[in-house]
């Protein structure tokens, strides 16, 4: 039995891409509750509503639309954008408390963001933001895959990137990865982390030499922004080694999200600024970056089967490299335990809005283990 | 986790289509106990024999024939047609409590019913008829589809025909089948419950067009008489609208037995009187009604599943619509809580055997909802 | 629900056939500890370690060698062959704590023997022999199959050979083997419990006939020595009915491992003393066998299936065949019950090591049932 990490449900999360939402019923579920999302025919508006009919819990996503209604596809029971049941079959009246659902959804660098816990609370303005998604001096590619296994599985593995070297050697890792020491920051009003590696001299590795053309060694910088509970953002820049320039920038976006317990959602993305219109680098970066989720996504349905039958009780043991992953944990435990703050426009709020700012409150953290 | 349905045990249910009996073991779970069928060689009876030797229990269905009596597969304990042991390997001997339990078995109107509750109450009379499956003045399609959900959920599918409209709709649902208000009665001392819809002026579904050669509209009668737990019948009747004749006659039948907690298996046929020599109407009248029947099966499973996720104490909402599934949920409580009287000779017996006997003790549910 | 036999931790288990072990990790799973083997570079020995990083539980498995040292897959911990932590990523320093179990590990008769419990009791000479495996007069053929059950339900299976008859007939079973009593004998201070059986004008089953040439009938005799919890020797010798020569012998070696609740590891042997050159009897022997081991193998899945269907409590009914069976039982109970004790040179201790020597302590069981 693996202990599993409390959601936090006064959030944000991406529960799809925005190009995966349109006039086909989508079935996302969102920690553990099930969600149907479309797109309006009348404004292109993303709609999220309670994936169960108010008759028989049958499955909305199982079922059509008749303009901006979806009819229950068992016994047409016909929901508007609101979640208002406004139809039934065999009689006109509709019964007053016929209603599903309906979640505030934004819609937002590309990304589709959907707030399941208390409705008042939903505040657009904490989303936070990954505007390199939709910078047209960007090219992205993407994809998302499912996982089998506790969320903070996830965002163990991403927050501590020395995993590169040996799961993912060949692909993004190289030797420094693993060896150079990390800087850890903690914004726990924001609750955001902050771990940065400087590799003044390092290999190349296959990711990067081929996209980039650079045939010797590089100056590599990997700076984490984890907004948490959802969004990851891995900032890249690197150079040929003993230049100033050029600086080839990367911005690498995880999304987060807790589907149910034990399963996940792994929206991945990478952006970059160089050669944005060479298609055989962008054929190159989706495929390459899909067999590097993989390789987690295999290791992480790997690691979830061997912690379900350890023992309760069983122990892990830390150290330096787990500074930012058991800081995640720490602020993710703080969110779940007592809804994050939304944030006061006159104090740190731009913080969470801007990776740009001056970042406030920050400490470092000690090293584990 | 959706409640399940509790099983009627002292009802009589069906086992299996009577030519699907033979010389070959069968296996099949009902009520939870597993039960192996055969027909013997001296004189074509059908024996159902608690699937498990005494010895290691051991699966008798995964053994072989001897004559008319099971020998395990494992190691050879051999039983006769009364689940007596008759032979064990090594020695003379066979232990006196060496048995398994025979199921009281009746092979009536192509069916093969079995009792699973205690034998001293099994009424071979109390078996409700379906003598139109014998009828040589009809042709008859039939099939089994096991579904996984709780056997519950095939009667709500079957009782509330509004369904058809929906998921059914470019087979045998059209409009009106949804709008029409229906009417319920229910005999509860024959634990029988009926829900008739007429439809004066309808479209004629694709099932009857092309079955019948009718063009236009039709009237369309359905009523639903339901012997529950286990045998329901849906007598359909349409002709051209406007007219008297000809009236095309379809007996639909079902036999819903609860194999296991969440499984059931659906056994489904259709009986005509018309064109009842033409092969090309039973071919497509075959492929046709299985394809109607998969959409229930996709249905129910995909609406278990929901349910199997819903925190307990979810809320159903029911309307007019309803009533016939919600009796028929009454009556089925009723049956398990109390066993069903076997009905008396000098009472409303024959209404039970015979659908054409006037009802007694019948009166109107009220609507739900 | 089936009652699990419990496992006797004090004890050797094989872990694989030596040849499986080399320079890929080998992944396995014994008495429900995951353990990873390998063979050293250096000299050849098997190493056995428990095959869960320190760090995050990760599998060492699903990692790979530097030279003798386990290199995690996930983040690099690397470990000697005594299981201690010699590397970490980002570091310099080893945590003192970080050490995984490394197990007593043997190669002996062609297998690899591993001891999961206290390691100070862990003793070689408490090995069971089986040297025919390794015997250069003998050929051997081989497999593994690891079965979906309790690993009691196989060590029923072998000790209670009547269901050759039922299960294997065609193969390696004939009437004679179920109709034929058995003599049951238990050495409780070795653990060791034999049956035979002797038949002395039997059909010639398939297996023999065709291994050896012999057309008609035979005497055989079948001498199980068990060696609990894991080694199961059946000597087996035929002649031609009414002769004294020529005796072909037969050495079928099993290892019973469990795996984990529900689940066991069944290594098999075939070792005979003629044909020894004869490539065609060979490639029979291990195809006709390994048949007769998929028998088993289905079996006994199905049957772990039924049983985990039945409520608690059910009843099993032994007879006199079940003599060995039973004892077997026993034995494992008290095995694991209290840890068998390591046999004293001066006492029986020979016996548990070569089946040469005359079992000292036994006695004859009465008939069960």
Redesign the interface.
């Known amino acids: 039995m693996t202990p599993m990490t409390e959601f936090a449900r006064n959030q944000w999360y991406v529960a799809a891409f925005a190009d995966e939402v349109g006039r086909d019923l989508l079935a996302r579920t969102l920690l553990?509750e099930?969600v149907v999302l479309y797109r309006t025919e009348a404004d292109g508006r993303v709609v999220a509503l309670a994936d169960?009919c108010?008759?028989?819990?049958?499955?909305l996503s199982?079922s059509s639309l008749d303009g901006d209604r979806v009819?229950?596809?068992?016994?047409?029971f016909t929901y508007d954008t609101t979640g208002t049941c406004v139809a039934?079959?065999?009689?006109a009246r509709v019964?007053r408390?016929?209603r599903v659902a309906a979640y505030p959804a934004v819609e937002q660098d590309t990304l589709v963001w959907v707030w399941i816990g208390d409705p008042e609370r939903a505040d657009p303005l904490a989303i936070p933001r990954a505007p390199h998604l939709a910078d047209p001096g960007m090219t992205t590619v993407r994809g998302m895959e499912p996982i089998d296994c506790d969320y903070g599985l996830l965002v163990?593995n991403l927050m501590?990137l020395?995993?590169e070297?040996?799961?993912h050697g060949g692909y993004i890792g190289t030797p420094e990865v693993?060896?150079?020491?990390?800087t850890t920051e903690v914004d726990e009003a924001a609750a955001v982390v902050r771990v940065s590696r400087h590799m003044p001299d390092a290999e190349c590795p296959p990711f990067y030499a081929r996209s980039t053309g650079i045939a010797g060694r590089i100056t590599r910088r990997q700076d984490i922004e984890y907004h948490a509970p959802c969004l990851y953002l891995l900032h890249s820049a690197i150079t040929p080694v003993h230049q100033e320039q050029p600086v080839f920038r990367t911005e690498i976006t995880y999304a987060i999200t807790p589907a149910?317990p034990g399963k996940v959602y792994d929206f991945w993305a990478v952006s970059r600024d160089f050669a944005v219109d060479d298609a055989e680098v962008t054929d190159f970066l989706r495929d390459f970056n899909h067999q590097v989720v993989m390789q987690d996504v295999d290791?992480l349905n790997?690691?979830q089967r061997?912690?379900d039958?350890?023992p309760p009780g069983?122990?892990?043991?830390?150290?330096?490299?787990d500074a930012g992953g058991l800081a995640a944990r720490r602020v993710l435990a703080a969110l779940a335990a007592e809804p994050h703050r939304a944030p006061d426009p006159a104090d740190a709020a731009p913080a969470a809005h801007d990776g740009a700012s001056p970042a406030q409150g920050v400490h470092a953290t000690g090293n584990a283990?």
Do not use: K, M, W
């Open positions: 553990g099930p169960r108010v008759h028989r819990r049958f499955p199982a009819v229950c596809g068992y016994h047409g039934v079959p065999g009689q019964p408390t016929a163990d501590d020395s995993h070297t040996y799961l693993a060896e150079t020491p990390i149910a290791a790997l690691l061997a912690l039958d350890e069983y122990q892990e043991l830390s150290i330096n490299i283990g």
